[in-house]
């Protein structure tokens, strides 16, 4: 439970190929559980474009387990210390994946793994 939040976070991003920024800031309000999607405003995209992603069962999965542990947050991933925001940086949680798993990486790693198997089908 303790790194319930930073795990999600980063399998999601690995799931998903979206870029870390986006993906922190994400909110419940973007996400329509029904029809599988998530639609992320123009406003926090780095590309200044609204970005509609369809969501993997696997995803909508993970969200829901999510959003059942939630305080009442508007965001999905928020912060361990304050539920009134999203995570800050992550650089914790990298560092942690880090040393336990002897591996150095990136989390543009994440994404750029997510395009090489999944994202161009």
């Given at each position: 439970m303790k790194y319930s939040v930073g795990r999600d976070f980063l399998v999601?991003?690995?799931?998903s190929g979206m870029r870390?920024?986006?993906t922190r800031r994400l909110k419940w309000s973007y996400i329509d559980f029904k029809g599988k999607l998530l639609t992320?405003?123009?406003e926090v995209t780095k590309s200044d474009r609204e970005l509609e992603?369809?969501?993997s069962n696997f995803l909508v999965d993970l969200l829901n387990k999510r959003r059942l542990m939630q305080s009442g947050s508007e965001w999905v991933f928020q912060s361990t210390k304050n539920?009134?925001?999203?995570?800050?940086q992550g650089i914790g949680i990298i560092r942690?994946?880090?040393?336990?798993?002897?591996?150095?990486?990136?989390?543009?790693?994440?994404?750029?793994?997510f395009f090489?198997?999944?994202?161009e089908n």
């Open positions: 999601f991003l690995l799931f870390f920024g986006e992320v405003p123009r992603l369809p969501l539920a009134n925001q999203h995570i800050s942690e994946v880090r040393r336990r798993s002897g591996m150095y990486f990136t989390v543009h790693d994440l994404r750029r793994t090489m198997t999944m994202g």
